[in-house]
């Protein structure tokens, strides 16, 4: 018997090993993953996982009025990093971290986080957040 994950299922285990897209002609790597090169419109594409990689903070905003829903994760705080050998681009919220610690250049890494819960359906919403390597427990 065959059984095939619908198309939300896969994109969401893509989105959680961070797949993104390598161009085997300019070397660059977008995140997340395009079957065309953003850099230099090629098509000759492998993919990657950067869920392994840290990433350093390039910049960050802070949103204290969170939606509904987001109260406890008040404020939140969005990060904008490069990943250390891909030198890919990734948005994501940043997490174990208050603002005042952020610093440019903050060496982070990617962790699995709940982002939110549907009381109605019982399903709880997972995502990647970055968090700073030196909150790592043992570093
Ligand atoms: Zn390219």
Same mark, same amino acid.
């Given at each position: 018997?065959?059984?095939?994950?619908?198309?939300?299922?896969?994109?969401?285990?893509?989105?959680?090993?961070?797949?993104?897209?390598?161009?085997?002609?300019?070397?660059?790597?977008?995140?997340? /993953?395009?079957?065309?090169?953003?850099?230099?419109?090629?098509?000759? *594409?492998?993919?990657? $996982?950067? +869920? @392994?990689?840290? %990433? !350093?903070?390039?910049?960050?905003?802070?949103?204290?009025? /969170?939606?509904?829903?987001?109260?406890?994760?008040?404020?939140?705080? *969005?990060?904008?990093? $490069?990943? +250390? @050998?891909?030198? %890919? !681009?990734?948005?994501?919220?940043?997490?174990?971290?208050?603002?005042?610690?952020?610093?440019?250049?903050?060496?982070?890494?990617?962790?699995?986080?709940?982002?939110?819960?549907?009381?109605? %359906?019982?399903?709880?919403?997972?995502?990647?957040?970055?968090?700073?390597?030196?909150?790592?427990?043992?570093?």
């Amino acid at each position: 018997m065959k059984i095939s994950i619908p198309p939300s299922w896969r994109t969401r285990l893509d989105r959680y090993r961070l797949k993104a897209s390598k161009c085997r002609d300019c070397g660059r790597v977008a995140y997340p /993953a395009s079957s065309i090169c953003r850099f230099c419109g090629s098509r000759n *594409i492998e993919y990657i $996982e950067l +869920i @392994n990689e840290e %990433a !350093r903070l390039i910049t960050w905003a802070i949103i204290y009025s /969170a939606m509904e829903g987001f109260e406890e994760k008040r404020p939140l705080m *969005i990060g904008i990093l $490069e990943t +250390i @050998n891909s030198k %890919a !681009r990734i948005m994501a919220p940043l997490t174990d971290v208050l603002p005042e610690e952020l610093k440019p250049g903050m060496l982070m890494e990617p962790v699995l986080r709940r982002i939110s819960e549907d009381n109605e %359906a019982g399903l709880i919403h997972y995502g990647i957040s970055y968090r700073p390597v030196f909150k790592r427990v043992g570093v």
